[in-house]
């Protein structure tokens, strides 16, 4: 059970769970139904918002509903197999496990008309079982990377519309229900939430729709293991997204100073040990959506989202600079940040490190040298606001 888990579950090796960065789109999928007394109002509000979505349906519901899964494909959603039985693959015996996939596809395809190519395993649990029966029935797994959690006693469809504003990004798969325990929260948060992202800019897909979702391999399995590592980092160093939100291009966090000898621009010198913000890339989003995108994205959006944080975050009320040391340095350059050389040591280890992240997350060529960008914070608020301790890091 343990190794299945290890390396579908978890690591996403041979599942769908996300896409590329490149498109502001997500795919929402809906598990559990279809159920008549719920499943009717998820599909009315993703119609009012020309959305299209992805439905993991249990077989016999769908044979029970079949007007709903014939409206489901009318209105251009995608219709997958979830389960025959919906229990947990741990708590079943392999064969039981291996042999689910396989009836379910079997049946949703002759509701259908059409072959399976997906599957979702109840609560996305995997044993070497569940594997096997999704090879026989000729369908790939389909995890997701985003989880509303509407399932939860404690949750509320605010909180859910929150939590989820917090961790969608370009390329995301988020599971929500139609159906069971998860529907008395879907339901009525989800015209709000449409209405969200369709003010973000989000595009909502299909699973077969969304640009880059492919079956998870060693390099996506990298990637993962190196957004792991920022994670580690930036609670270790209480770094934040910007604005609160996955989606933007950057992190910030209070550090000192780390460099000696620095001056800016007007002559202010700005010593080691110096209360500073310091900011991080969101490197596979710059990676996918490309330098141009990303300077029109920071200009837009995400650099008055970091002024909003300067002003208000109470551990970052005392930082008299903002900088980033970074290979990225022509790009700060074109939104207004000062570029300074670095001490040969500092550059050399940096520009490391660049690499081996340009390879993880599939950049080309070398990195640039490594250079300091920085401004003094009275100049950052000039040029992107931030009106003081009483801004509200909470934004539309």
Request: aromatic share 6%; glycine share 10%; net charge positive.
């Amino acid at each position: 059970m343990g190794l299945p888990y290890a390396l579908a579950q978890f690591a996403g090796l041979g599942l769908i769970r996300e896409g590329r960065k490149a498109r502001r789109e997500l795919a929402l999928t809906f598990d559990d139904g279809p159920d008549p007394q719920t499943t009717p109002a998820v599909l009315d509000a993703l119609a009012a918002a020309g959305a299209r979505a992805t439905f993991f349906v249990l077989a016999p519901r769908a044979r029970a509903h079949p007007d709903l899964i014939a409206r489901m494909l009318a209105q251009g959603h995608q219709v997958e197999p979830h389960a025959q039985r919906h229990v947990h693959a741990w708590l079943r015996t392999p064969w039981g496990a291996a042999r689910d996939p396989v009836r379910a596809a079997r049946d949703l395809a002759a509701i259908t008309g059409q072959p399976a190519t997906l599957h979702r395993p109840p609560h996305g649990a995997y044993t070497l079982g569940t594997l096997w029966g999704q090879r026989r029935a000729g369908v790939r797994g389909a995890h997701w990377s985003v989880e509303g959690r509407d399932w939860h006693a404690a949750s509320t469809p605010q909180g859910v519309r929150e939590r989820l504003g917090r961790l969608i990004y370009p390329g995301a798969v988020v599971v929500l229900h139609d159906a069971g325990p998860g529907a008395r929260v879907t339901v009525p948060l989800l015209p709000d939430l449409l209405a969200d992202l369709r003010s973000r800019g989000y595009g909502l897909v299909t699973l077969a729709e969304l640009d880059g979702a492919r079956p998870g391999d060693l390099a996506a399995l990298r990637r993962r293991a190196f957004l792991l590592l920022d994670r580690l980092f930036d609670r270790a160093g209480h770094i934040r997204p910007v604005g609160g939100r996955a989606d933007t291009l950057f992190r910030l966090g209070p550090v000192a100073f780390p460099l000696a000898g620095v001056r800016l621009a007007d002559g202010t010198p700005v010593p080691k040990g110096t209360p500073a913000a310091e900011f991080h890339v969101n490197n596979p989003l710059i990676v996918d959506i490309g330098p141009r995108n990303a300077v029109r994205q920071g200009r837009a959006s995400d650099l008055p989202f970091m002024a909003r944080d300067l002003a208000s975050r109470p551990d970052l009320r005392d930082a008299e600079v903002i900088f980033c040391l970074s290979a990225l340095s022509p790009l700060l350059g074109i939104v207004h940040f000062e570029t300074q050389a670095i001490p040969a040591a500092d550059e050399r280890r940096l520009r490391r490190w660049a690499n081996v992240l340009r390879r993880v997350y599939g950049s080309q060529g070398e990195a640039q040298p490594p250079r300091l960008s920085i401004l003094s914070r009275a100049e950052y608020l000039r040029l992107y606001g931030g009106s003081g301790p009483g801004t509200s890091r909470t934004l539309p």
